[in-house]
Nanobody, 112 residues
């Protein structure tokens, strides 16, 4: 069984930065990849970024060049570093290790 905790959301001004964390525990060796998704108000949930066990990364076009996904294997944590944030990045961000169910998510609000 895989368990995880998302954290790091908050309020940030346009152009600012924020780092989200996803700490995973349990049967971590069964996880091939960890993804981040987001859901803005009134919109469908969308893919943001993914990192595999071999550190290969994939990004949505809307965040490429601004967001960086990485992981700390010692801490079993995956990070989403978000820079040059825009108002349209406002959403609830969800971590998804492997095929786990959705968690609570963490709110990111970009506003002046």
């Amino acid at each position: 069984q895989v368990r995880f905790v998302e954290s790091g959301g908050g309020l940030v001004q346009p152009g600012g930065s924020l780092r989200l964390s996803c700490t995973v525990s349990g049967d971590i060796f069964s996880i091939y990849a960890v993804s981040w998704y987001r859901q803005a108000p009134g919109k469908q949930r969308e893919f943001v970024a993914l990192i595999t066990r071999g550190d290969s990364t994939t990004y949505a076009g809307s965040v490429k060049g601004r967001f960086t996904i990485s992981r700390d294997t010692a801490e079993n944590t995956v990070f989403l570093q978000m820079s040059s944030l825009k108002r349209e990045d406002t959403a609830v961000y969800y971590c998804k290790p492997g095929t786990t169910s959705w968690g609570q998510g963490t709110q990111v609000t970009v506003s002046s």
